[in-house]
T-cell receptor, first 113, second 108 residues
Framework: ETGVTQSPTHLIKTRGQQVTLRCSSQ?????VSWYQQALGQGPQFIFQ???????GRGNFPPRFSGLQFPNYSSELNVNALELDDSALYLC????????????FGQGTRLTVV | DAKTTQPPSMDCAEGRAANLPCNHS???????VYWYRQIHSQGPQYIIH???NNETNEMASLIITEDRKSSTLILPHATLRDTAVYYC?????????FGAGTRLTVKP
Protein backbone atom coordinates (compact mmCIF):
# COMPACT_ATOMS: atom_id res chain seq x y z
CA GLU A 1 0.00 0.00 0.00
CA THR A 2 1.40 3.36 -1.07
CA GLY A 3 -1.13 5.74 0.44
CA VAL A 4 -1.84 7.21 -2.99
CA THR A 5 -5.47 6.75 -3.98
CA GLN A 6 -7.14 7.43 -7.29
CA SER A 7 -10.79 7.66 -8.20
CA PRO A 8 -12.68 6.36 -9.97
CA THR A 9 -11.02 3.03 -10.77
CA HIS A 10 -12.86 2.62 -14.07
CA LEU A 11 -14.72 5.05 -16.28
CA ILE A 12 -16.44 4.95 -19.65
CA LYS A 13 -16.98 8.19 -21.55
CA THR A 14 -18.22 9.16 -24.99
CA ARG A 15 -16.02 10.90 -27.53
CA GLY A 16 -16.26 14.68 -27.13
CA GLN A 17 -17.13 14.57 -23.45
CA GLN A 18 -15.04 15.86 -20.57
CA VAL A 19 -13.64 13.84 -17.68
CA THR A 20 -12.12 14.59 -14.26
CA LEU A 21 -9.86 12.12 -12.49
CA ARG A 22 -8.80 12.51 -8.88
CA CYS A 23 -5.70 11.66 -6.88
CA SER A 24 -4.99 11.87 -3.17
CA SER A 25 -1.29 12.07 -2.48
CA GLN A 26 0.64 10.29 0.25
CA UNK A 27 0.86 12.09 3.57
CA UNK A 28 3.87 14.40 3.64
CA UNK A 29 4.24 14.61 -0.13
CA UNK A 30 3.85 17.98 -1.87
CA UNK A 31 4.15 17.01 -5.52
CA VAL A 32 1.81 15.10 -7.80
CA SER A 33 2.63 13.88 -11.30
CA TRP A 34 0.20 12.43 -13.82
CA TYR A 35 0.93 9.77 -16.42
CA GLN A 36 -0.96 8.18 -19.29
CA GLN A 37 -0.32 4.54 -20.08
CA ALA A 38 -1.68 3.11 -23.29
CA LEU A 39 -2.05 -0.64 -23.57
CA GLY A 40 1.30 -2.38 -23.95
CA GLN A 41 3.37 0.78 -23.44
CA GLY A 42 5.20 2.42 -20.56
CA PRO A 43 3.64 5.36 -18.73
CA GLN A 44 4.00 8.73 -20.46
CA PHE A 45 4.45 11.88 -18.39
CA ILE A 46 1.59 14.37 -18.71
CA PHE A 47 2.45 17.03 -16.15
CA GLN A 48 3.46 17.68 -12.57
CA UNK A 49 2.05 19.97 -9.89
CA UNK A 50 3.94 21.43 -6.97
CA UNK A 51 2.34 23.77 -4.48
CA UNK A 52 -0.71 24.24 -6.70
CA UNK A 53 1.33 25.29 -9.75
CA UNK A 54 2.19 23.31 -12.86
CA UNK A 55 5.87 22.46 -12.56
CA GLY A 56 6.54 20.68 -15.81
CA ARG A 57 4.66 19.23 -18.74
CA GLY A 58 5.13 16.44 -21.24
CA ASN A 59 4.03 16.36 -24.86
CA PHE A 60 0.27 16.57 -24.27
CA PRO A 61 -2.18 19.10 -25.75
CA PRO A 62 -3.80 21.87 -23.68
CA ARG A 63 -7.05 19.93 -23.41
CA PHE A 64 -5.20 17.98 -20.71
CA SER A 65 -5.21 20.24 -17.66
CA GLY A 66 -4.84 19.84 -13.95
CA LEU A 67 -5.26 21.28 -10.52
CA GLN A 68 -3.57 20.80 -7.20
CA PHE A 69 -5.29 21.73 -3.97
CA PRO A 70 -3.85 23.07 -0.69
CA ASN A 71 -3.93 19.54 0.77
CA TYR A 72 -1.78 18.46 -2.23
CA SER A 73 -4.48 16.30 -3.77
CA SER A 74 -4.89 16.75 -7.50
CA GLU A 75 -7.24 16.49 -10.44
CA LEU A 76 -6.60 15.69 -14.08
CA ASN A 77 -9.13 17.12 -16.51
CA VAL A 78 -9.40 16.07 -20.13
CA ASN A 79 -11.67 17.99 -22.49
CA ALA A 80 -13.02 16.95 -25.88
CA LEU A 81 -12.21 13.29 -25.34
CA GLU A 82 -10.85 11.32 -28.26
CA LEU A 83 -10.81 7.57 -28.76
CA ASP A 84 -7.00 7.58 -28.35
CA ASP A 85 -7.42 8.97 -24.84
CA SER A 86 -8.46 5.49 -23.75
CA ALA A 87 -5.73 4.47 -21.33
CA LEU A 88 -4.72 3.84 -17.73
CA TYR A 89 -4.15 7.17 -15.99
CA LEU A 90 -1.69 7.09 -13.13
CA CYS A 91 -0.76 9.63 -10.53
CA UNK A 92 2.39 9.61 -8.46
CA UNK A 93 3.11 11.59 -5.33
CA UNK A 94 6.53 12.60 -4.08
CA UNK A 95 8.57 15.35 -2.56
CA UNK A 96 9.99 17.90 -4.98
CA UNK A 97 13.46 16.45 -4.93
CA UNK A 98 14.94 14.11 -7.49
CA UNK A 99 16.54 11.84 -4.92
CA UNK A 100 13.32 10.74 -3.23
CA UNK A 101 10.84 7.99 -3.94
CA UNK A 102 7.69 8.59 -5.94
CA UNK A 103 4.74 6.35 -5.18
CA PHE A 104 2.01 5.55 -7.66
CA GLY A 105 -1.68 5.01 -7.23
CA GLN A 106 -3.48 2.08 -8.77
CA GLY A 107 -4.71 4.12 -11.68
CA THR A 108 -7.97 4.99 -13.39
CA ARG A 109 -8.88 2.98 -16.47
CA LEU A 110 -10.58 5.36 -18.92
CA THR A 111 -12.40 3.99 -21.95
CA VAL A 112 -13.63 6.42 -24.60
CA VAL A 113 -16.29 5.06 -26.94
CA ASP B 1 12.11 10.43 -24.30
CA ALA B 2 13.43 7.67 -22.09
CA LYS B 3 17.15 7.82 -21.46
CA THR B 4 17.53 4.11 -20.80
CA THR B 5 17.82 0.90 -22.80
CA GLN B 6 16.59 -2.42 -21.45
CA PRO B 7 16.14 -5.88 -23.00
CA PRO B 8 12.48 -6.41 -23.88
CA SER B 9 12.19 -9.71 -22.04
CA MET B 10 14.01 -12.10 -19.73
CA ASP B 11 13.29 -15.41 -18.05
CA CYS B 12 14.44 -16.55 -14.63
CA ALA B 13 14.04 -19.80 -12.71
CA GLU B 14 12.17 -19.62 -9.44
CA GLY B 15 14.56 -19.35 -6.49
CA ARG B 16 17.43 -18.09 -8.61
CA ALA B 17 18.73 -14.54 -8.76
CA ALA B 18 17.26 -12.34 -11.46
CA ASN B 19 19.72 -9.82 -12.88
CA LEU B 20 18.08 -7.11 -14.96
CA PRO B 21 20.45 -4.84 -16.92
CA CYS B 22 19.94 -1.24 -17.92
CA ASN B 23 22.05 1.06 -20.07
CA HIS B 24 21.97 4.80 -19.43
CA SER B 25 25.07 6.02 -21.24
CA UNK B 26 23.94 9.67 -21.37
CA UNK B 27 23.26 9.99 -17.65
CA UNK B 28 24.50 13.23 -16.12
CA UNK B 29 26.05 13.78 -12.73
CA UNK B 30 22.93 14.82 -10.87
CA UNK B 31 20.59 12.20 -12.27
CA UNK B 32 19.41 9.24 -10.24
CA VAL B 33 18.64 5.72 -11.44
CA TYR B 34 15.22 4.44 -10.36
CA TRP B 35 13.64 1.02 -10.74
CA TYR B 36 9.92 0.32 -10.73
CA ARG B 37 7.90 -2.73 -11.63
CA GLN B 38 4.36 -3.13 -12.85
CA ILE B 39 2.18 -6.17 -12.50
CA HIS B 40 -0.96 -6.66 -14.62
CA SER B 41 -1.48 -2.94 -15.33
CA GLN B 42 -1.57 -2.05 -11.66
CA GLY B 43 0.22 1.13 -10.64
CA PRO B 44 4.02 0.91 -10.89
CA GLN B 45 5.63 -0.24 -7.66
CA TYR B 46 8.76 1.50 -6.41
CA ILE B 47 11.69 -0.88 -5.96
CA ILE B 48 14.90 1.04 -5.38
CA HIS B 49 16.94 4.03 -6.52
CA UNK B 50 20.53 5.24 -6.37
CA UNK B 51 22.94 7.93 -7.52
CA UNK B 52 26.35 6.29 -7.70
CA ASN B 53 26.73 3.90 -4.80
CA ASN B 54 25.29 0.43 -4.77
CA GLU B 55 22.05 0.19 -2.85
CA THR B 56 20.19 -2.63 -1.16
CA ASN B 57 16.79 -2.85 0.45
CA GLU B 58 14.38 -5.60 1.39
CA MET B 59 13.26 -6.06 -2.21
CA ALA B 60 16.40 -5.84 -4.30
CA SER B 61 19.94 -4.63 -4.84
CA LEU B 62 21.03 -1.98 -7.32
CA ILE B 63 24.53 -2.15 -8.75
CA ILE B 64 25.68 0.97 -10.62
CA THR B 65 28.90 0.86 -12.61
CA GLU B 66 31.67 3.24 -11.68
CA ASP B 67 31.16 5.34 -14.82
CA ARG B 68 27.39 5.29 -14.09
CA LYS B 69 26.58 4.38 -17.68
CA SER B 70 24.82 1.18 -16.74
CA SER B 71 23.22 -0.56 -13.81
CA THR B 72 21.81 -3.91 -12.78
CA LEU B 73 18.80 -4.65 -10.62
CA ILE B 74 19.20 -7.89 -8.69
CA LEU B 75 16.29 -9.82 -7.22
CA PRO B 76 18.21 -12.30 -5.07
CA HIS B 77 15.66 -15.13 -4.92
CA ALA B 78 13.02 -14.67 -7.58
CA THR B 79 9.52 -15.96 -6.93
CA LEU B 80 6.59 -16.41 -9.28
CA ARG B 81 5.13 -13.17 -7.89
CA ASP B 82 8.12 -11.26 -9.23
CA THR B 83 6.83 -11.80 -12.78
CA ALA B 84 6.26 -8.24 -14.01
CA VAL B 85 7.49 -5.50 -16.31
CA TYR B 86 10.53 -3.80 -14.79
CA TYR B 87 11.31 -0.20 -15.65
CA CYS B 88 14.69 1.46 -15.31
CA UNK B 89 14.39 5.25 -15.23
CA UNK B 90 16.91 8.06 -15.11
CA UNK B 91 15.45 10.94 -13.14
CA UNK B 92 17.07 14.31 -13.47
CA UNK B 93 14.21 16.74 -13.57
CA UNK B 94 11.19 16.18 -11.45
CA UNK B 95 9.36 13.89 -13.84
CA UNK B 96 10.14 10.30 -14.73
CA UNK B 97 10.42 9.18 -18.35
CA PHE B 98 9.52 5.52 -18.76
CA GLY B 99 10.71 3.33 -21.58
CA ALA B 100 9.21 0.01 -22.60
CA GLY B 101 10.83 -1.88 -19.72
CA THR B 102 11.85 -5.54 -19.40
CA ARG B 103 9.21 -8.18 -19.08
CA LEU B 104 10.58 -10.64 -16.51
CA THR B 105 8.98 -14.06 -16.39
CA VAL B 106 9.85 -16.24 -13.41
CA LYS B 107 9.34 -19.91 -14.23
CA PRO B 108 8.81 -22.83 -11.82
Amino acid sequence: ETGVTQSPTHLIKTRGQQVTLRCSSQSGHNTVSWYQQALGQGPQFIFQYYREEENGRGNFPPRFSGLQFPNYSSELNVNALELDDSALYLCASSLLYRGTEAFFGQGTRLTVV
Amino acid sequence: DAKTTQPPSMDCAEGRAANLPCNHSTISGNEYVYWYRQIHSQGPQYIIHGLKNNETNEMASLIITEDRKSSTLILPHATLRDTAVYYCIVRGGDDMRFGAGTRLTVKP
